[in-house]
Structures are given as C-alpha cells and as structure tokens.
C-alpha cells in the first residue's frame, strides 16, 4: 500500500498547486488523489477517515462547476454569500 500513499500524497499536492495557479487540471488530480486516499483509509479500517475523503471526491466534482470568487477583500464576502445563494438554488 505505499505506493497508494506516495501517489495520493503527489496528486493531492498537485491539486493545491493547481490550485494556485489556476489550472484546471487540478480538479481531476484532487479527485484521483482522494479516490486513492479512501481505498488507503479503508483497507486500513479507518472508516470515517475514508468517508471524509469521499466528502471531498464530491467537492471536486462539484466545486469546478460553481468558480468561488477569487479575490479576498470586503466585498468578497457578498460574493461568497451569492455564490452560496447559486449554489443552493
């Protein structure tokens, strides 16, 4: 199983590079990197550990279609709370 590890521990770095750079390959990367950590967490019996990371497989399908706002400033939270209302909706 270290194989597994080694490769979900890469493609979940990439995920977060791809992140801030904003390439769109990391959503698929994110997505791999945890399908490979929910095999990891419940071949090693760690159950909630692997639900967790099927929470976010879910989130990487999903996030890529509704872009969160990119910019931090005051008005970033009126576009989080819009952003939650098209989400929602």
Known sequence: MRWVEVFSALLNIGYVLGLIWHKRW???AGGLGCILAVWLF???HLYLEALLN???IGMAVDVHTYPMPHTISPACFTDLLQWF?????
């Open 26 to 28: 990391a959503w698929p």
């Open 42 to 44: 419940f071949d090693q």
């Open 54 to 56: 099927v929470a976010y």
């Open 85 to 89: 209302r098209q989400v929602s909706a």
